[in-house]
């Protein structure tokens, strides 16, 4: 039998526990679910002293190695992140040991990945340059910002460029973990490691890291929260600017400006992309037909769902049906 799928995660002080110890358990219950006759994981958590680090939660990891000691061929060499917050924003951490390490080893890595922050850290390793990538949604701007050359994704779970992946927050390092068990192994043996984890095994790389609604919570007037919650449950009657403004007790004029100051989109494209996300989540999770779903996401026909389809995700409905 071939020797197992040697594995990589990089910790360093400050990680957060589970973009480690996630993607090390989705592994390891994918080796025991393969048997003895697939090669399964061999995961090494690496150090740069190979000492125990303190994650953000205070839970201390046991290393296997250290970053030198990691030589020779790696299957998969996977980056963890860490954030810190600083007054009213947070921070990625950068560890430029680990960097510095990363250029160095990746090209001994069949396959590299980022979980979280961990992006910063390969991006600052110059391994992203040129590529789509996505991060957790609270640090991607600062991603764009610092790294001009990396066509930031905020939205995605995870994202593949070749041999290059790059994930969201935290547990969507698991999900990103699953797609790669599925091209080691087969689709068959990811949602059996899925199922033995009760994991939610449709989270594809393409679907969004938050809902519309969570998308501009920064909203700080109540009026415009309980109509954004009223639109959700409201899809499909009529939504126009005359409707919205009349239940914010506001003109039409005033609450176009208010509402586009506070949430940063038009109250047209809110309502479009709400009703695009029950419309995705319709032909993700049932078997109605295109009419049904248009219907019942308030979209209304056929050709408008192609066309917001096509427009918003650059897929048709039954592409993406497929797909997920």
Do not use: N
């Not at 600017?241 to 009349?246: F, P």
Request: aromatic share 4%.
């Amino acid at each position: 039998m071939p020797p197992p799928h040697r594995v990589v995660i990089v910790a360093f002080p400050g990680v957060e526990l589970l973009d480690v110890t996630g993607p090390a358990e989705v592994f390891s219950v994918a080796s025991r679910v393969a048997g003895e006759d697939r090669p399964g994981y061999l995961v090494q958590i690496a150090t740069a002293d190979g000492g125990p680090v303190a994650t953000s939660s205070g839970v201390r990891l046991m290393a296997d190695l250290t970053l030198d000691d990691a030589h020779g061929r790696m299957d998969t060499l996977l980056v963890s992140g860490a954030i810190e917050l600083v007054g009213d924003g947070v921070e990625p951490v950068i560890d430029h040991e680990v960097t510095r390490w990363l250029r160095r080893a990746a090209p001994r890595a069949r396959r590299i990945g980022s979980i979280c922050a961990g992006a910063h850290l390969l991006a600052a390793a110059g391994l992203l340059d040129g590529r789509p990538a996505t991060t957790h949604w609270l640090t991607a701007g600062r991603l764009a910002a610092d790294h001009p050359s990396v066509r930031v994704d905020a939205d995605p779970i995870f994202v593949r460029d070749g041999q290059v992946w790059t994930c969201a927050g935290v547990t969507s390092g698991m999900d990103m973990t699953l797609a790669m068990v599925a091209e080691d192994h087969g689709q068959e043996l990811a949602l059996a490691t899925a199922r033995m984890m009760v994991m939610y095994v449709k989270r594809s790389g393409g679907q969004s890291q938050f809902s519309v609604p969570l998308s501009v919570q920064g909203s700080s007037d109540d009026r415009l929260d309980e109509l954004r919650m009223w639109i959700a449950e409201h899809l499909t009657e009529d939504l126009s600017l005359e409707v919205l403004a009349a239940r914010t007790h506001l003109s039409v004029r005033h609450f176009t400006r208010l509402f586009q100051q506070r949430t940063s989109t038009t109250p047209a494209a809110y309502v479009e992309a709400a009703r695009l996300e029950a419309a995705r989540r319709l032909l993700e999770d049932g078997d109605r037909s295109l009419p049904e779903v248009a219907a019942a996401s308030g979209l209304g026909s056929v050709e408008t769902l192609h066309r917001v389809f096509r427009r918003r995700l650059g897929t048709t409905p039954a592409e993406y049906r497929r797909r997920f």
